[in-house]
């Protein structure tokens, strides 16, 4: 006998409870999702920045209706897992330079364990129907508005910082959907009444780059996350001394959310999402530097740091150096950076030794390409050394 769409809702809930998701929600396939007018005049004010899967006319195309993506789609299953405060390590000691690792990236990737739950709830599903169902999973990279999804399924409610926050959790879980062929019936959204953010602003007044231009909205080409994962240009030099000593990701807009510092330590994260030692969590500076391209290669391989590169991860670095407060070491690292093939490395470079005060070191450095020379000048108009005494080499 066929089931009915709310005994399929009973058991992918079922199903889900014995994978271990957090949350689990159904949402229905609309033609349209309140939040999608705001995702499109957020692109049109230009804040995805350089991220062109956000952005583009397939992806904003996509992002009204599920079934643009998966035509076989009617119903979205959304899930939750939470990775939790994930510092078994001392997060506080950042100052030996250490840079840090947002808690969300500290385990193994979380787009593999979503596919590998995902999948299992799929079997699972099939074995109970006695029939296949066509599916699709989705893990932050399909054109989906998960978190406008999730809310709509009662995963939770959209908080000023933009997270997606349920209470009980907090905000620190990842979201991962299941696409079906068959029809369940929606969960509930959570009641309007739940009080949510309420008078609090205390992620946008903490925000060290004032990425939120409004209440709810993020800018995201001031928002760190973005400069250090997303964004492989220049980091732009009034962002870079508040990016402190973050390496990878920012946390700070859910560190000082009252929601995360409620949530109740008994929850049990995902064993998978758990950071597995301090250099997954908080990298010291010379491990980091001392990577080569292979070793590189397997120190990313199999977590979400695999989103940056090398290159990346050593310019993000030299920030990092320069904004710690080890001096000598830093500079002694500095100097490594200084030499990197990639000009960008090296502007980076320039820019922290200029900041830890070595300007001995910049005047030394033989360097052509204008991108760095215009760092070393900045840098070096820090000392009383003007542009005509600076030495002939620095010139292009
Ligand atoms: C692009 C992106 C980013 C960008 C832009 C972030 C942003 N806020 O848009 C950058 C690189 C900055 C980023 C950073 C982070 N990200 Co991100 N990111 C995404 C991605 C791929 C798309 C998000 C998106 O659609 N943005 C477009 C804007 C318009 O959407 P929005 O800000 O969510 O706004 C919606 C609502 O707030 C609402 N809205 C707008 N205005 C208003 C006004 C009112 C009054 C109300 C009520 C609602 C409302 O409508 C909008 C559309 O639905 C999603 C995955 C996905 N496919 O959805 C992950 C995702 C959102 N990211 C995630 C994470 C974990 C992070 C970081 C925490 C990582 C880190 N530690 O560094 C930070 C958090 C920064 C922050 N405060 O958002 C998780 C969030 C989980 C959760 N609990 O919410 C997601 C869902 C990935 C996943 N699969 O788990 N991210
Ligand atoms: S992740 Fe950091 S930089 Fe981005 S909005 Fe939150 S606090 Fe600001
Ligand atoms: S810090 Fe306050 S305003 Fe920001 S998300 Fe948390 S509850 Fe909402």
Redesign the pocket.
Known sequence: MALSPQDVTNLILKQGKTLKFHRLGIASVTSSLPGYSKYRSWINQGYSGSMKYMSNAYQVNARQNVTKFFPKAKTIVIAALAYGKNTKFDTTDTSNNRGSIARYARGQDYHAVFHDKLSQLTQLLETNLGTSVASRICVDSSPLLERELAQSAGLGFLAK?TMLISPGLGSYFLLGELLLEIEAQPTNPLPTSSKQCGQCRQCID????N??VDEHV?DARR???YLLIEYSGVIPLQFRDAIGTMLFG?D??QQVCPYNAKAPDRIEPTPELISKNIQSEIPDAKFLLDLGSNQFKRYVQGTALSRMSRTQMRRNLSIVLGNNTEKKQAIELLHQLFLDPKPIVRGHAAWALGKLGAFEHIKQHQETDVYVLSEINAALEKTSYTHNEQPALLEP
Do not use: E, V, Y
């Open positions: 910082n903490a925000c060290p780059t990425a939120f993020l928002c760190i996350s920012c700070i807009c």
